[in-house]
């Protein structure tokens, strides 16, 4: 299992759309092949930072690969502040 980890910074006043839209679009990633989860979660600062898990690395790059997450992402730009980078993490306990 992979799990990436991904910073968001959102515009000032968009916080409750984007919690919306992170929920629409979960429709449409929960189908891709692999797929476990994607969260949003606050930190105790007050951050944001989306956490999602996917059977394999490659399911997970196919996911992004796809027009489906280009079409997502595009989306996700007009809350963001900035394009984050995941971290990706390979799960080997537990």
Do not use: C
């Not at 092949?33 to 951050?47: E, N, Q, T």
Request: aromatic letters at 8%.
């Amino acid at each position: 299992m992979v799990i990436a980890m991904l910073d968001v910074n959102i515009k000032p006043g968009r916080e409750e759309e984007f919690k919306a839209w992170v929920a629409e679009s979960n429709d449409i990633i929960s189908k891709f092949d692999g797929f476990v989860s994607r969260r949003l979660l606050r930190g105790s600062d007050g951050s944001l930072r989306m956490m999602v898990e996917f059977d394999s690395e490659e399911q997970f790059a196919a996911m992004r690969s796809s027009q489906e997450h280009r079409s997502v992402h595009r989306q996700a730009s007009e809350f963001r502040e900035d394009t984050p980078a995941p971290a990706i993490y390979r799960v080997v306990a537990g």
